[in-house]
Every structure is written in structure tokens, then in C-alpha cells.
């Protein structure tokens, strides 16, 4: 950041090429919306960036991770408030491209994980990842970070960005960051917003059902998965989507439950869907 307090923003991929690299460049990819849980990546990305570091925001509503019908069009944009949260945090580059900057509309190539993202989210949302992995590599081209910033809340898509790094051999550090959550438990997230009154209030039973699971004197998987469900369906209006015990690294079901086992949620109120999660020891 220069020393006006100024974050340099960057529209296209040219100006965001052509930037000149301080010694250590970190990355925190972004759909915009932010909140203090965004606030919380860009903490620790300025932290792992160093004193003659950089810290790049990435802000792009990315539309190959949105399923047709889904809230693509309507997802939340405050470009002035977004500017406002990176200028206070430190932000040094916030590249901000259109959609037909990222993507020409005679594409032909896309980045896709097989694997673990068949499961759980990939099953929800078909094609959700490939949109996911595809944009990731692009920033990671683009902007050519020396690490990157994620949260544990999408505890999947970290798992699954792991893995495209390893397996494309991307030089990068992928640093994950634990759940920042609002003082009853519910989760950050730019689709929080979504939840009227009543779901909003309702919502707090993810992480009571996560707590109760993690504390059980339970081992099988499902058994800790029936708590689980019998504690969210106390909220009336919860409708669950998926709640499955799975080893943290592969994402694969587990029959017992170790320590690197991960319970993850997925939730309905009423059209917004929640996801968490919460590892078991």
C-alpha cells in the first residue's frame, strides 16, 4: 500500500501482469461482499507477507461456480464498502476484473479436481469445483502470488485447491485460516444475508450441532452423524442437505471417527444453503 493509505486497484489482466513484484506477494481470493471474516484472511495474509511484502485482494464473482437457477445475478457486489474494508486492512493490490476480462466467450479450457470434489459440495453442485479450480488457476497465473490465503469454513474447496497446487505443481503456499464465526457460532459468510429474521435465529444450530458432536463420547461415524441431525432438527426450518464424517485429508467417509476426522454440514433455510464444519479431536 503506498503510503497515501491508498489500495491500487487493477481492472484488467494486463495492468495486473505488469505490476512490479515486491519480495513476497500474497494472495486472497475473493467474491467481494466482504466481511470480518474476510478481514481475518487479509490479517494473516499481511502477517505471512512480511514487512516488504505485499498483500493482492482478488474480487470476481465468479459465474462458472454458480449452477444454473442459482444466485449468480443476485449475489451481493458493494464495490464501495469492499474498497473501504481493503483500504483499512493494509490491502496493497485489489484486482477487481470484469467477466469478459477473465473469460472469453469462446473458452474452451477448464481446471477440474476428479476426486475429492465428488462428494459432499460436488454433489450438491455440479460443476461448482471445475468453476473453482479454473478461476483459482487463473489468479494464481495472474497475479503469480507466492502464497495464498483460504478459510476452513469451505473446508472442502481448501482440500480441493491442496490438491490442484500439488498435483499442477503451482509453487504456492496455500495458507488456510480457521472459521471466523459471529458471537452465537453461526459462521461467517456473504450468503448470511440471504437468512430473514427467522432463519438467521435458527441458524446458530449448526454450530451447536458441531459442538455437541465434537464433545459426544461417540467414535462411529453414524452415530455422530444421527447427533448431529437429531440437534439440527430442533430448528424447524433447517432442511438438511448432507452431514457426513470424512477424513479431513481425503474427504473420504470415515466408519470411525480419528484425529483427522472433519464433520461437514450442509443446510438449508428456507433457499440459502450453510455450510460448516468442525474437526472431531
Not at 82 to 111: I, K, Q, W
Not at 237 to 258: M, N, Q
Request: charged share 25%.
Amino acid at each position: 500500500m503506498d503510503k497515501t493509505g491508498r489500495v491500487k486497484i487493477l481492472t484488467t489482466i494486463a495492468d495486473a501482469q505488469a505490476q512490479p513484484r515486491a519480495k513476497r506477494r500474497v494472495l486472497v481470493p475473493t467474491m467481494g461482499a466482504l466481511h470480518k471474516a474476510h478481514g481475518e484472511l487479509i490479517r494473516v495474509a499481511r502477517e505471512a507477507a512480511g514487512k516488504h511484502g505485499e498483500v493482492a485482494v482478488s474480487i470476481f464473482v465468479n459465474p462458472l461456480q454458480f449452477e444454473p437457477g442459482s444466485d449468480y445475478k443476485r449475489y451481493p457486489r458493494p464495490e464501495k464498502a469492499d474498497e473501504e474494508l481493503c483500504r483499512n486492512a493494509g490491502v496493497d493490490l485489489l484486482f477487481r476484473p470484469l467477466r469478459d476480462e477473465v473469460y472469453t466467450t469462446d473458452r474452451s479450457t477448464f481446471v477440474e479436481e476428479t476426486s475429492l470434489s465428488s462428494t459432499l459440495e460436488g454433489k450438491s453442485r455440479p460443476g461448482h469445483f471445475r468453476g473453482v479450480c479454473t478461476v483459482v488457476a487463473k489468479l494464481f497465473n495472474i497475479l503469480a502470488p507466492d502464497a495464498a490465503v483460504f478459510g476452513e469454513k469451505d473446508f472442502q474447496q481448501l482440500t480441493v485447491i491442496r490438491r490442484m497446487v500439488r498435483d499442477l505443481n503451482f509453487n504456492i503456499e496455500i495458507i488456510a485460516v480457521p472459521t471466523v464465526r459471529d458471537e452465537d457460532g453461526v459462521a461467517c459468510s456473504s450468503r448470511n444475508q440471504y437468512l430473514n429474521p427467522e432463519e438467521r435465529k435458527q441458524a446458530p444450530v449448526l454450530y451447536k450441532a458441531l459442538l455437541a458432536a465434537k464433545n459426544a463420547d461417540k467414535k462411529t461415524a453414524n452415530d455422530i452423524v444421527a447427533l448431529a441431525q437429531r440437534v439440527i432438527n430442533e430448528a424447524h426450518l433447517a432442511r438438511i442437505d448432507y452431514a457426513e464424517v470424512a477424513d479431513a485429508d481425503t474427504l473420504k467417509p470415515v466408519e470411525i471417527a480419528g484425529p483427522n476426522s472433519v464433520l461437514l454440514l450442509g443446510v438449508f433455510f428456507g433457499n440459502t444453503r450453510l455450510i460448516d464444519n468442525m474437526r472431531l479431536a
